[in-house]
């Protein structure tokens, strides 16, 4: 009885440990129904499109990276460039315009352990933690260009309904300025040394390949409001049901789970009359760097919901909510990803990678900052 009670304790921390931000934000969503007890405006909480688009989307990319159709792609990309150099753009560029296509977190999951590959059987491994940063950063950045690049965007585009092309000229100054920061940042960082990736022999099915292409870009339509999101809920589900079952339990439930559970928190937190009062009064200072400085303690996708409740300028929070995802290990789930993949590689080095990934992250942090408080 007590070995089971053993194995029980550890399975229950690994996934509390693996699913952190999802146990921190049902707890901040239990205490803040004992202030505001369960009523009938908590139905009124939900966002229910960004729910069901950002399953659809999971769902998807968890069928395509089944069919190793990403690393595919992203293998053929990086064995074109023969020096380190282009390598690691390659890498960088890569995850950058995956998190465009595919969200940060699903595109560092899907690039990650193609960087890991080429570096390790190429011998380049002291360029590991560069790369896994500078991936995690692009992730992070170039997501936000999209209004389904990144959780948070998905969001807040939703909420406040915002135009399409409002949305990406929103977004364009800061997308662009990281694009300039992470290419020198690897071109000064990476020596131009020879290598070559080893040649493996895959292939794609076309069928899969076809009909999955088919519900992704149903995925990206819904998203931008062309058909109403409840035709994706049932079309995707079933096509998947019988195609591929792998890739509905692959799907981040976690990830869903803490949205629902902080709409749950912000909601309740948006009806507390001195939580509102000194929200908005901080709000109404500076959007932009408060958004910035809530990323680094709570993360982004909680940054946004919370703060949503108490502003309409959107364009400010939309941006600070992005580019606050540098920083802090916790700004962003996806350095979580990221720091989890490193470390699981290289278990001694954890501390380095703490010093390294920090001293970048904080630099395009501050530089991100600076640069949008002026503009």
Do not use: H
Request: proline share 4%.
């Amino acid at each position: 009885m007590s070995e089971q009670k053993t194995k029980l304790t550890l399975r229950i921390t690994a996934f509390v440990k693996k699913n952190a931000v999802m146990c921190i934000a049902l707890l901040a969503a239990i205490i803040t129904s004992f202030i505001i007890p369960v009523d009938e405006e908590y139905l009124g909480y939900f966002d229910y499109k960004t729910l069901t688009c950002l399953f659809c989307v999971l769902a998807v990319v968890c069928a395509l990276k089944n069919i190793q159709f990403f690393y595919m792609l992203a293998r053929r990309v990086v064995q074109l460039f023969k020096n380190a150099r282009m390598s690691v753009l390659a890498l960088v560029y890569i995850t950058f315009i995956g998190s465009m296509l595919i969200a940060n977190d699903m595109a560092l999951l899907t690039f990650l352990p193609l960087g890991y590959l080429v570096l390790t059987t190429t011998g380049k491994e002291k360029y590991m933690a560069f790369t896994f940063i500078m991936q995690n950063i692009a992730a992070n950045l170039g997501g936000m260009l999209t209004p389904f690049g990144n959780p948070q965007n998905l969001y807040l585009y939703t909420k406040f309904n915002i135009p399409n092309m409002e949305f990406m000229s929103i977004m364009l100054l800061p997308f662009v300025i990281s694009i300039v920061i992470i290419t020198l940042c690897c071109i000064i960082f990476v020596k131009p040394e020879n290598l070559e990736l080893e040649d493996v022999k895959l292939r794609l099915n076309p069928m899969r390949t076809f009909i999955y292409m088919i519900l992704f870009a149903l995925s990206i339509i819904i998203v931008f409001r062309v058909i109403p999101y409840w035709i994706g809920l049932v079309i995707i589900p079933v096509v998947l049901l019988f195609m591929d079952r792998k890739a509905l339990r692959m799907v981040d439930y976690p990830l869903l789970f803490t949205f629902v559970f902080f709409f749950i928190f912000s909601g309740n937190m948006a009806r507390i009359d001195v939580v509102r009062n000194f929200f908005s009064y901080l709000l109404d200072k500076s959007t932009l760097l408060f958004s910035v400085i809530s990323c680094q303690f709570i993360s982004n996708v909680p940054s946004a919901i919370l703060l949503s409740q108490f502003i309409s300028n959107y364009p400010d929070l939309l941006v600070g909510v992005n580019i606050g995802g540098v920083g802090t290990l916790i700004a962003s789930l996806a350095s979580l990803i990221t720091f989890r993949e490193y470390v699981k590689n290289n278990p001694g080095k954890t501390m380095y990678y703490i010093g390294m990934f920090s001293a970048f992250n904080f630099s395009f942090l501050i530089s991100l900052t600076a640069i949008m408080m002026i503009f």
